[in-house]
């Protein structure tokens, strides 16, 4: 649930809500850290008034508010986890009405008697950059993504966010009040821009739809072909790059997460942990699945050595470039 929250609305929530329950007997105060949990600080949840699914396994779900709607700022209350799981299993006594109310209530207790620190515009701006390279790269199917980038399929809506991101960094204006994860922000956009970059250079697009590239293999079409072994020799050193660009931009990656479960939203994909290189198909470990946690000086390494080989490859075959 916490990856498809956006961080704008989970800023909002506990902002409006000044970090406590929202219940009137309790308004304990929260913390979004279990590991900060102490006598006077409870654990919060982030609770749906109307259940996530439309099902009803899921409390107080049917309804007609669209699902995709439900993961909204107004459709969330912030409790503690015994109010949560209170008024979960009592749905008869805590109906959609109710807790509407219950929450418009604390939120204007709080505005009269706190002088609670309101949302600024900085951290509005940095909710909708986080909440925008969530959806471009799509990290909910991280796992989809993953699966076809070590065999080098790239679907269109990639290639559209390496765009879009490439303007992006041109565009942005930083409010320059979070030094650490504009900077995560910006080797993100910029690893994931020259990884998608480099993989369009000797790649295109395939039937039937043209949804997605993969390596141009036109050169096995022609026979007999003088030039195939030369090509070939060429794509496999474009493969190899293109397997340490995708582990810089995992490596990125995990540090701009990181930076946003700091100081935005410490449920940011949170049940996943770390995000890994997955090679299920053992594409670039000798037949055998293996699974990845990239490391810069690794990475870096291997781009050096990589990198010479194409400048050797390039000078003795400046046809084939």
């Not at 919060?44 to 700022?73: A, L, V």
């Not at 198909?281 to 990589?306: A, Q, V």
Request: one cysteine or more.
């Amino acid at each position: 649930m916490s990856g498809t929250i956006k961080t704008k609305d989970v800023k909002i929530l506990w902002s409006r809500g000044a970090g406590r329950c929202s219940m009137k007997e309790c308004r304990r105060k929260l913390t979004m850290d279990s590991s900060k949990e102490t006598e006077s600080y409870a654990l919060g949840e982030m609770c749906h008034i109307i259940g996530e699914t439309n099902s009803d396994k899921s409390p107080r779900g049917i309804s007609s508010m669209p699902e995709e709607d439900r993961n909204n700022y107004s459709n969330l209350i912030l409790l503690c986890s015994h109010h949560h799981t209170e008024i979960d299993k009592n749905i008869n006594d805590w109906p959609i009405e109710i807790l509407h109310q219950v929450k418009d209530e604390h939120e204007l207790w709080v505005e009269e008697t706190l002088s609670q620190k309101t949302i600024t515009p900085a951290e509005l701006v940095y909710s909708n950059i986080i909440d925008n390279i969530n959806i471009k790269l799509q990290l909910d199917l991280y796992n989809w993504f993953m699966s076809n980038a070590v065999r080098n399929v790239i679907y269109n809506n990639f290639i559209d966010a390496a765009d879009y991101f490439e303007e992006r960094l041109i565009a942005i204006d930083w409010p320059n009040t979070n030094v650490e994860l504009e900077k995560s922000i910006i080797n993100l956009m910029k690893s994931f821009t020259d990884y998608i970059t480099h993989y369009l250079k000797y790649s295109s697009p395939q039937e039937p739809g043209f949804k997605y590239y993969r390596e141009d293999t036109t050169y096995k079409k022609i026979f007999p072909n003088p030039d195939y072994h030369t090509i070939s020799d060429r794509n496999q050193l474009w493969i190899k790059k293109n397997f340490f660009l995708l582990q810089k931009f995992v490596y990125f990656l995990n540090l701009f997460v990181k930076e946003v479960r700091k100081d935005f939203n410490p449920f940011f994909h949170l049940e996943r942990g770390k995000f890994l290189i997955v090679d299920e198909y053992g594409m670039y470990g000798g037949g055998e699945p293996y699974l990845l946690l990239p490391k810069i000086n690794d990475i870096n390494n291997h781009l050096d050595t990589i990198n010479s080989e194409i400048n050797e490859f390039e000078e003795k075959n400046a046809d084939y470039i």
